[in-house]
């Protein structure tokens, strides 16, 4: 008998009497394996071809995306920190309205009908000096304070561009002349038609998001000394600063990606004619996403390139509507409410545009 035998009578005799109680052993133990993981053989091989692939790159494409990169670094920053101080003025200004001003002192000083409503919403932007960024949480807060929606969807357009920074900022770039003032009328039209269009919908609920942090109100909660108000605006304003913050840094990096890589001039080069001249300057307002503050020195410098009515368009659709505040109008916004925000202002600046084009001399 060879030891095959021997050793398999002597695992069976040792092995019967543990299946007769239940008990299985194995038959036989599988030596340990020498092979190597599967997630590390996936590994090195992604990290070879990464290296072969690198290889092949000639080293003018590292140059281009370092500049790449550098350019998107500066451009970021410089949207980003133009704006925080606004969007800072605008969570402030959210912060004292909830704490100083109630539900029946706005229903005493906003009409409630909607032609009425609509235009004191917009010229309610004359007392607020918030760019496109800091109107947004302003706005979010009166709507919850009573603001009847036509108003609000007038002053979060109008406001923009009629507050007074933005006034100083346009006279200086352009004078107190007829830019100066078609931008603030056109604006001001544009906002009140807006807001009229909102007024057909009776049900808020169908326009605005659900917003926990402003639904529930706490009436023993509330303080009622100066320095207890002061103390709950300014908490207020950190935590809107920071809720809102975010979207701004996301609009900020998709304005800048698109800057960076989209040159300005392939759009300079097909802005030509009274109706692609107007549409190009509307594609660098939503592109650039300049603060309202600041946009007229800019557009100062399209002058000699592009017509009066394709640079009117460009001051007046930007403080409107552009990447950073298309985000954050989808975080107040529902999504039809914030495609008719983008879409009915996006028409009547074309339109104005055009028309300045044809019968500007």
């Not at 402030?92 to 706005?106: C, K, N, P, R």
């Not at 229903?107 to 409630?112: A, D, L, S």
């Not at 107190?176 to 057909?200: C, D, E, N, T």
């Amino acid at each position: 008998m060879d030891l095959v035998k021997i050793n398999q009578e002597i695992f069976s005799a040792f092995h019967l009497p543990f299946v007769k109680y239940g008990y299985n052993l194995p038959m036989q133990t599988s030596a340990p394996s020498n092979r190597l993981p599967r997630k590390l053989i996936l590994t090195i091989t992604i990290g070879v071809l990464i290296a072969v692939a690198s290889s092949m790159i000639p080293f003018t494409f590292y140059s281009w995306l370092w500049n790449r990169l550098n350019i998107f670094a500066t451009v970021f920053l410089g949207i980003f920190i133009e704006a925080v101080p606004y969007l800072l003025l605008g969570t402030l200004a959210s912060g004292l309205v909830e704490m100083f001003v109630d539900q029946d002192q706005i229903g005493r000083w906003i009409p409630h009908r909607p032609i009425p409503a609509a235009i004191s919403g917009a010229l309610m932007g004359l007392f607020f000096p918030v760019c496109e960024c800091g109107v947004v949480p302003l706005t979010r807060r009166l709507f919850h304070k009573g603001l009847p929606l036509s108003a609000g969807i007038a002053f979060l357009l109008a406001a923009p561009v009629l507050n007074p920074i933005v006034i100083l900022s346009t006279a200086a770039a352009f004078g107190w002349k007829a830019m100066l003032f078609w931008r603030i009328g056109l604006s001001l039209v544009i906002a009140v038609v807006v807001g009229l269009v909102f007024s057909v919908e009776e049900d808020t609920a169908n326009v605005l998001r659900p917003v926990l942090t402003l639904t529930h109100d706490h009436p023993h909660e509330k303080p009622t000394t100066f320095v207890e108000k002061i103390r709950g605006a300014l908490v207020i304003t950190a935590d809107e600063f920071f809720e809102m913050g975010r979207y701004l840094i996301i609009g900020a990096l998709l304005a800048a990606g698109l800057q960076t890589f989209i040159p300005q001039t392939a759009l300079l080069t097909i802005g030509n004619g009274p109706i692609f001249s107007v549409l190009v300057m509307l594609g660098l307002a939503v592109l650039l996403s300049i603060c309202s503050t600041v946009d007229a020195f800019v557009a100062l410098g399209f002058v000699g390139t592009f017509s009066f009515g394709s640079v009117l368009s460009f001051l007046v659709f930007g403080p409107m509507v552009d990447i950073k505040s298309i985000i954050m109008y989808a975080q107040v916004f529902k999504k039809r409410s914030v495609a008719y925000l983008v879409l009915i202002p996006f028409a009547m600046s074309l339109l104005a545009g055009i028309l300045f084009n044809y019968l500007s001399p």
